[in-house]
C-alpha cells in the first residue's frame, strides 16, 4: 500500500503543480499536452481527483519510522 500511496502523491503534486500554473500564468499544462477538453486530458483530470482521495488516508495513517 505503501507504494500506491507514493504513487498517489506524485500524481497528485504534478495536479498541484498544474493548479499553480493556472493561477499564475493562466496556463493548463494539461490542456497544452492533452488538448482542451479531450478524453484523454479528462482521463488525467480523474486520476487526479482519484489519488487526492486516496491521499487522504495519509492523514489518518500512522508512519512508524523506527
Same mark, same amino acid.
Given at each position: 500500500?505503501?507504494?500506491?500511496?507514493?504513487?498517489?502523491?506524485?500524481?497528485?503534486?504534478?495536479? &498541484?503543480?498544474?493548479?499553480?500554473?493556472?493561477?499564475?500564468?493562466?496556463?493548463?499544462?494539461?490542456? &497544452?499536452?492533452?488538448?482542451?477538453?479531450?478524453?484523454?486530458?479528462?482521463?488525467?483530470?480523474?486520476?487526479?481527483?482519484?489519488?487526492?482521495?486516496?491521499?487522504?488516508?495519509?492523514?489518518?495513517?500512522?508512519?512508524?519510522?523506527?
Amino acid at each position: 500500500m505503501e507504494t500506491l500511496q507514493k504513487i498517489c502523491l506524485v500524481v497528485t503534486i504534478v495536479g &498541484a503543480l498544474n493548479w499553480g500554473l493556472i493561477g499564475l500564468f493562466n496556463f493548463n499544462l494539461v490542456e &497544452a499536452i492533452f488538448g482542451e477538453l479531450t478524453v484523454m486530458s479528462q482521463i488525467i483530470y480523474i486520476l487526479v481527483g482519484i489519488t487526492g482521495l486516496i491521499n487522504i488516508g495519509i492523514l489518518f495513517k500512522h508512519l512508524d519510522y523506527d
